[in-house]
């Protein structure tokens, strides 16, 4: 955000206490120009985090690997994002394994952008070990896939078309409801980001009951770490992610937990009442 730095000096001259949250650092592929923009940014961060009251982050761990997060980490507060989910209606999530499945092949979800972070790659990568147990397997996508501030799609477009049969790509959906279903239609849903803050859209998918496979890294592994429902692999390695796939598909009773378990443990309420004492504080001067 350009106006970071605006906003602090802004509040100063106001005499307004500010509370951040901080949903993630900014990653962007290597490059001279990259490299001035994450720099620049960083810098216009520094004076907000430095004035602000408190710093939200959404969980010790990636706070504990941020580099934005790391300087300020005496005034690091951790507040689990606010997740709401309608349930899914199963009706439409068994017409939508109807529709992308191929002979009762399991459908693996993937939920974000596809951009290099989040190394969609890697996902499209492990069919060739998903293959050897599940060959009418299907990935489906759902997010934008063809991203105009990076090339990664068509950097990985010769791999989406070795795999074509079994992409199915559906674009940007913002209605919650039809995320529910989508979540519900699938067997599993697979994070393989390099970087994440912490996914929201695992949490999503394991209130509809689905098990999430995801990578071992600051943030990501918060989720499966916290309620068991999935498991963690290296990231950047398609063999590993593969065969966890195949286990949490051929095993999924073994990690689906109820939805009552997920809701306390991400618990809505909980949040709010956080956040408002953080409010309180901030409001009264009070550091803690």
Same mark, same amino acid.
């Given at each position: 955000?350009?106006?970071?730095?605006?906003?602090?000096?802004?509040?100063?001259?106001?005499?307004?206490?500010?509370?951040?949250?901080?949903?993630?650092?900014?990653?962007?592929?290597?490059?001279?120009?990259?490299?001035?923009?994450?720099?620049?940014?960083?810098?216009?961060?520094?004076?907000?985090?430095?004035?602000?009251?408190?710093?939200?982050?959404?969980?010790?761990?990636?706070?504990?690997?941020?580099?934005?997060?790391?300087?300020?980490?005496?005034?690091?507060?951790?507040?689990?994002?606010?997740?709401?989910?309608?349930?899914?209606?199963?009706?439409?999530?068994?017409?939508?394994?109807?529709?992308?499945?191929?002979?009762?092949?399991?459908?693996?979800?993937?939920?974000?952008?596809?951009?290099?972070?989040?190394?969609?790659?890697?996902?499209?990568?492990?069919?060739?070990?998903?293959?050897?147990?599940?060959?009418?397997?299907?990935?489906?996508?759902?997010?934008?896939?063809?991203?105009?501030?990076?090339?990664?799609?068509?950097?990985?477009?010769?791999?989406?078309?070795?795999?074509?049969?079994?992409?199915?790509?559906?674009?940007?959906?913002?209605?919650?409801?039809?995320?529910?279903?989508?979540?519900?239609?699938?067997?599993?849903? %697979?994070?393989?980001?390099?970087?994440?803050?912490?996914?929201? !859209?695992? #949490?999503?998918? &394991?209130? +509809?009951?689905? *098990?999430? %496979?995801?990578?071992?890294?600051?943030?990501?592994?918060?989720? !499966?770490? #916290?309620?068991? &429902?999935? +498991?963690?692999? *290296?990231?950047?390695?398609?063999?590993?992610?593969?065969?966890?796939?195949?286990?949490? #598909?051929?095993?999924?009773?073994?990690?689906?937990?109820?939805?009552?378990?997920?809701?306390?443990?991400?618990?809505?309420?909980?949040?709010?009442?956080?956040?408002?004492?953080?409010?309180?504080?901030?409001?009264?001067?009070?550091?803690?």
């Amino acid at each position: 955000m350009l106006e970071t730095a605006l906003i602090a000096a802004e509040a100063k001259l106001a005499g307004k206490p500010v509370v951040v949250t901080h949903h993630g650092d900014l990653v962007l592929p290597d490059g001279l120009v990259n490299r001035f923009i994450k720099t620049t940014m960083f810098e216009l961060y520094k004076p907000l985090a430095r004035y602000a009251s408190r710093v939200v982050a959404y969980s010790h761990d990636y706070a504990d690997h941020s580099y934005y997060a790391r300087p300020f980490r005496d005034k690091v507060s951790v507040i689990y994002p606010p997740v709401q989910m309608p349930a899914p209606n199963p009706e439409r999530a068994a017409r939508l394994r109807a529709i992308w499945g191929q002979n009762g092949g399991p459908i693996i979800g993937y939920a974000g952008r596809f951009v290099e972070e989040k190394r969609p790659d890697v996902l499209i990568r492990a069919l060739a070990t998903i293959n050897q147990t599940y060959p009418d397997a299907r990935i489906v996508f759902a997010g934008e896939y063809d991203i105009k501030y990076e090339d990664t799609w068509e950097t990985h477009y010769e791999l989406t078309r070795q795999y074509s049969d079994q992409l199915v790509f559906l674009g940007l959906h913002d209605e919650m409801q039809f995320m529910a279903d989508f979540y519900a239609a699938c067997d599993v849903l %697979v994070l393989p980001s390099d970087t994440e803050c912490l996914g929201l !859209v695992q #949490v999503e998918a &394991m209130l +509809c009951g689905t *098990p999430v %496979v995801n990578t071992d890294i600051p943030g990501a592994r918060e989720a !499966v770490r #916290v309620t068991g &429902m999935g +498991c963690t692999v *290296p990231p950047g390695d398609p063999e590993a992610l593969g065969r966890a796939v195949v286990d949490v #598909v051929a095993n999924r009773e073994k990690y689906v937990k109820p939805r009552a378990e997920i809701e306390q443990a991400y618990n809505f309420q909980e949040t709010i009442d956080r956040y408002e004492r953080v409010f309180r504080e901030a409001a009264g001067g009070i550091r803690k």
